[in-house]
């Protein structure tokens, strides 16, 4: 029933950084394994970066690794992705999602995840 809540997404040039949050409503995020996927226009929904709760380990799509960093605040509950060297291929709307079991580690796999939010606009110009 958590609704994850996007936000900090607008309009970057390439070459430059971008900090997107995600909050918990009506929820929480707590044991819980998160995700950071995106879907650009006319293509399927592409994961990005995920983050375990037991640990924090993190796993990253080969085209953000070293570019794209998530982290969770668990004293905030939220998780964010930072995204630097940000490129106009990014561009995309990005989703945060919760997966569906407590304790399941990071997946890259949309249907592992049963919560999502609505999405925020990431667009990169040249």
């Known amino acids: 029933q958590v609704q994850p809540v996007e936000s900090g997404g607008g309009l970057v040039q390439a070459g430059g950084s971008l900090r997107l949050s995600c909050a918990a409503s009506g929820g929480s995020f707590y044991y819980y394994t998160m995700g950071w996927f995106r879907q650009a226009p006319g293509k399927e929904r592409e994961f990005v970066a995920a983050i375990n709760w037991s640990d924090g380990a993190t796993s990253y799509a080969d085209s953000v690794k070293g570019r794209f960093t998530i982290s969770r605040d668990n004293t905030k509950d939220t998780v964010s992705l930072r995204m630097d060297s940000l490129k106009r291929e990014d561009t995309a709307v990005y989703f945060c999602?919760?997966?569906?079991?407590?304790?399941?580690?990071?997946?890259?796999?949309?249907?592992?995840?049963?919560?999502w939010g609505q999405g925020t606009q990431v667009t990169v110009a040249s």
């Open positions: 999602a919760r997966r569906s079991r407590s304790y399941f580690g990071a997946s890259g796999n949309s249907n592992d995840y049963n919560y």
